[in-house]
Structures are given as C-alpha cells and as structure tokens.
C-alpha cells in the first residue's frame, strides 16, 4: 500500500498550519505579557516611609516610580496622639488627607510628625495609610487608578536607626583614616 503523493502534501499543508497557529498563540501571550511588564514599569510609585530628617521625625511622601502621580489622596481612620509641645502632627495629617496633590518621578514630601524624642510617646504605634493615585497610560492616554495600603510602624523606628552616639567615633576615625591618606601621598 502506497501513500499518494498528494496525502502526503496535504498531511505536510496541515503540519504546517497547525505549527504556524500555535507560534501566534505563542506570540499574542508574548505581547500581552511584555506589555503588562512595561506598564508595570513606565508608572508612578507613591510610598510613604519614616525619615529622621533635619532633627525631625517625618512622614516621607516618596514617588519613587517614572511618571507623574495625579490626585494623590491619602487616607486614614487614625489620628496621632502624644506629646508633641509646639509641634502639630495630628493638625498636619488632618491637613494632608483632605487635600488631593500631585508628585513628578523622584519626588517627595515630608510630614513633619516630631522630634526622635517623642516618638515613644505616639498612639497608636502603626498607623495604616490608603494611598490612591492616577496616572495616564503612554499608549492610549487613559487614566489608570492605583490604590494600596501602607502602615507605618512608629515603633520600628528605633531599631532600625543607629544611634548618635556611636556615629560620632565612627565619622572621627573615618576623617583620620583620611588624614593619613592625604599624609602617605
């Protein structure tokens, strides 16, 4: 029994066929998948985080993404209690959640909260924070949305920051260190 040669090419046709579908598939996942990846890439980032800042304990707003964040609203059902004197944080985060403001790539703001002193005296010592934001998309110039959630743990503080007293010995024995370079040249 012998194949015709037309079976044979029709049986090659459809080879071809199905392997040529299945490579498109292939490629619309491709495309899908590397265009989320830039996206994801080409957004604005707002993230908040404690920064010991100019003798003051602030609330950094930070863009750290690469596009421009519109209609940032941040959020909380807390207030902040504790021993402040003259400063008025809790004045100042009524003042930023009921504002709307935009930050370009790389930028920030800071919300002064206290001195290093007074951060053991904050109620409650995590405050969770709902950040909302838009931005426009390159490709069709529509608005995206972005929510999330961050807290920040005034508590935490303490053990991730060395204390002045041992940064003073550190920078004299760099600024020796220094000295004896310049001398040995």
Not at 2 to 8: K, R, T
Not at 76 to 101: A, M, R, V, Y
Not at 162 to 180: C, F, G, H, M, Q
């Amino acid at each position: 029994m012998m194949i015709e040669p037309e079976y044979i090419t029709a049986i090659c046709t459809a080879a071809y066929v199905a392997m040529t579908l299945v490579i498109i598939m292939q490629n619309r996942k491709d495309r899908k998948s590397t265009q989320s990846q830039f996206e994801e890439l080409n957004r604005p980032n707002v993230i908040l985080y404690l920064v010991f800042d100019r003798g003051l304990i602030v609330i950094r707003i930070h863009n750290v993404g690469n596009r421009l964040a519109n209609e940032i609203c941040i959020t909380t059902d807390k207030t902040i209690e504790g021993e402040f004197g003259n400063l008025h944080p809790e004045e100042n985060l009524k003042l930023l959640t009921e504002s709307n403001f935009e930050l370009g790539p790389g930028t920030y703001w800071d919300l002064i909260i206290c001195r290093p002193d007074q951060l053991p005296t904050i109620k409650p010592s995590s405050i969770d924070f709902k950040i909302e934001y838009e931005y426009e998309y390159i490709r069709n110039n529509k608005s995206v949305k972005i929510e999330s959630i961050q807290t920040i743990h005034f508590d935490s503080y303490f053990w991730s920051r060395r204390p002045e007293n041992e940064l003073v010995p550190t920078l004299k024995s760099i600024e020796k260190a220094i000295k004896d370079c310049n001398k040995k040249k």
